[in-house]
């Protein structure tokens, strides 16, 4: 029998935290844990994505159902470290905290999905089905993890899928979309006494950019959980002398989209809108640099119902149902699932902390989610 010790499963996260993966080197995440599934007798696989970027896949049990248990293994970068009280990746505990760069977001879901794998193969406790852990790289940079994970057709026999990223006393089961763009226009430079020897690369780039904003921004459609689709120019760059009228602007933009208005119907209006700019004498070109559909689902499922009560009685919360404006690995992971699809991204840590200077997860919330994600796997497989 194995039952991993509070000590143990505080160690273990505090080795991962020890990883830099700041945005690369996951491969480090994926054999730790590669090692310790084989101290288990768990065979787990490396999925490349690129040379020194990979996924880990580990399987228990066999046949359905297929529960998709899944987190990432990158953070994103501590910022200036200085302004930290302790070092970002040396996990410390103060008041009942633990903190640490991806102590919420996400190395402490992470572990307890690894750590209940475990428990639940050496004290066969998994009579009925199957459960596929998942942990990806570059979540926080486009999802190309994920991607291939779903390529590779890891998802689709998948009956059920729950992402373990912070989310605290909330399950959220629906997301929007992400999706980012890079507008460039091309001018002819010239001395700015003499602007008409040139084209100036600003002004229809700005005309545009305003039109483009009005038409998504304006639009009316909404979804019923997440709301409206945004947008927003967040980059411009152009010109380089005061006095020289510019041959190249450049500008990138986010959009947070909903199922009503998805990625294709931007990506399309951002094309038709600058071929018409183009009719009229600019050179507008429309670049995609990252394409996350929104993921939306009903929400109503046995995994959710089961999870709501789990977080009550571990947790002694009473958990919420949301819609969230930020992306997960859900958005590739799901690609091709109906509405009825049950998914949630449930996990210790708070939405709010992740990215943040000093971040923590309380050591109680770390703890419990061991046993709801346990038990939540039995309630599952039955
Ligand atoms: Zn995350």
Redesign the pocket.
């Known amino acids: 029998m194995k039952h991993f010790t509070e000590e143990e499963k505080i160690k273990i996260l505090s080795d991962l935290i020890a990883i830099k993966t700041v945005n690369e080197n996951e491969i480090e995440v994926a054999n730790y844990l590669k090692k310790l599934f084989a101290q288990y007798g768990i065979e787990s696989k490396i999925v490349p994505v690129t040379d020194t970027r990979v996924n880990l896949v580990a399987e228990i049990g066999s046949g359905s159902p297929v529960i998709g248990i899944s ?2 293994m ?3 970068s501590p910022g200036d470290e200085s302004k930290w009280t302790s070092d970002p990746f040396t996990m410390t505990e103060r008041d009942g905290k633990l903190y640490g760069r991806g102590t919420n ?2 190395k402490g879901g992470l572990v307890n999905l690894a750590l209940v794998m475990i428990e639940l193969k050496e004290n066969k406790e998994l009579t009925k089905g199957t459960v596929r852990f998942m942990a990806t790289t570059g ?2 940079v486009g999802g190309a993890g994920s991607k291939k994970l779903y390529e590779e057709g890891y998802m689709d026999d998948v009956d059920y899928l729950w992402v373990a ?2 989310s605290h006393d909330t399950i959220i089961y629906s997301h929007k979309g992400s999706l980012n763009l890079r507008v460039t226009s091309i001018g002819e430079a010239a001395h700015s006494s003499m602007p008409e020897l040139g084209y100036n690369a600003i002004n229809p780039l700005m005309e545009y950019l305003l039109e483009v904003d009005k038409k998504l921004n304006g639009d009316d459609r909404k979804n019923e959980v997440l709301g409206k689709l945004v947008m927003s120019t967040t980059i411009f760059h152009a010109g380089n002398q005061v006095n020289s009228v510019p041959e190249k602007a450049t500008a990138e933009i986010n959009v947070r989209t909903i199922q009503e208005f998805d990625n294709d119907e931007v990506i399309d209006l951002f094309n038709t809108t600058a071929s018409i700019y183009n009719q009229g004498g600019a050179n507008i070109n429309v670049e995609v640099t990252m394409s996350l559909p929104s993921v939306f689902t009903s929400g109503q499922s046995k995994m959710v119902e089961l999870a709501k009560e789990l977080g009550k009685k571990h947790l002694g919360l009473e958990i919420s149902m949301k819609g969230s404006p ?1 992306v ?1 690995d859900g958005s590739n992971l799901l690609r091709g699932k109906d509405d009825n699809f049950p998914f949630m991204m449930f996990g210790p840590g708070e939405t709010k902390m ?1 990215h943040k200077i000093d971040e923590y997860v309380y050591k109680e919330y770390y703890l419990a989610f061991f046993d709801i994600y346990k038990e939540l796997i039995l309630g599952l497989s039955k």
């Open positions: 987190g990432h990158d953070v994103v977001d996400m979540e926080e990223e912070p930020g997960t992740a």
